[in-house]
């Protein structure tokens, strides 16, 4: 698995589509690592890390889970 920060995310979640669209606003593509939890080592590793909630960020140390935090967490990039 890759060193980047992890965003955890489902195509059809309208919190997960905004921070997609703050990531790649922001150039952020290659700097985090999209998993998508309809694949099921993705929502395995969400789950692994703690969390539920969409959209979640897993930074190596942390899970940043829900939009704002998210959102906060990309902006700080």
């Not at 980047?4 to 059809?12: E, S």
């Not at 990531?23 to 590793?45: K, S």
Request: net charge negative; glycine share 8%; hydrophobic share 50%.
């Amino acid at each position: 698995m890759s060193d980047l920060p992890q965003l955890f995310h489902a195509i059809a979640d309208e919190p997960s589509a905004r921070a997609r669209a703050r990531l790649v606003e922001r150039g952020l593509e290659g700097r985090v690592q999209f998993r998508n939890v309809f694949y099921e080592e993705a929502a395995a590793a969400l789950r692994a890390h703690g969390g539920a909630a969409l959209p979640a960020i897993w930074d190596g140390a942390k899970l940043h889970e829900g939009e704002a935090a998210v959102l906060a967490f990309l902006d700080a990039l």
